[in-house]
């Protein structure tokens, strides 16, 4: 197995890949973030999907749908983590996990995905982008890990806010990265910092 991981202060919708993943909180908001712009980029069939009640973000509901190339990527995947009070590391690892095995499961191996802050504990990030890409990881691994022309590519789609945590979050990650697994990292951070120190 190789290992592909970006981390890109780009707009999930923008990304080209297989798929796109949302992890959304009970109840979600379609007026506001990345569930604005898509519903908006896929006619608001998001919006009627869930102003109907027909998904509502319960922890362990998924949803999937075909984008009909209203966007870059072929599908969409929600997977529901429960109410913002209740989201933390210990759902985050759950969720995260099974999310990667239904993915693994439909054959996609190529994907962008969103990690929402949980309200008030923005400095909680950096460790719940660290453990995501951890636990995604892992779950690919341990199904592929024998397959030398198997290739895990995760797009991370990241806000501006955020990007300040990401070489602490990169080092951590290569620091625990499994023996022998050929990877590669890149980072809008490193490429912004490159560009800098070139100047």
Request: with cysteine; proline share 4%.
């Amino acid at each position: 197995m190789k290992l592909d991981l970006r981390f890109l202060n780009r707009h999930i919708e923008d990304l080209w890949c297989q798929a796109i993943v949302l992890l959304v909180f009970k109840e979600p908001n379609i007026l506001t973030g990345v569930l604005s712009t898509l519903n908006y980029k896929l006619g608001g069939s998001l919006g009627g999907i869930l102003g109907a009640g027909l998904w509502t973000g319960e922890r362990g509901e998924n949803f999937l749908l075909a984008t009909q190339d209203a966007i870059r990527a072929d599908k969409l995947l929600m997977r529901g983590v429960g109410p913002d009070r209740t989201f933390g590391i210990e759902v985050l690892i759950k969720e995260i996990s099974e999310t990667a095995s239904v993915l693994d499961r439909m054959g996609i191996s190529e994907f962008g995905i969103n990690i929402p802050p949980a309200e008030g504990r923005d400095n909680e990030y950096g460790l719940y982008l660290e453990m995501a890409t951890a636990y995604m990881v892992e779950t690919f691994y341990n199904n592929h890990k024998d397959d030398p022309d198997f290739l895990l590519k995760i797009f991370f789609s990241v806000e501006k806010d955020f990007i300040i945590v990401l070489d602490p979050v990169i080092d951590r990650i290569k620091e625990n990265m499994r023996p022998g697994l050929e990877f590669s990292i890149i980072s809008d951070r490193q490429i912004k910092k490159d560009y800098e120190e070139a100047m």
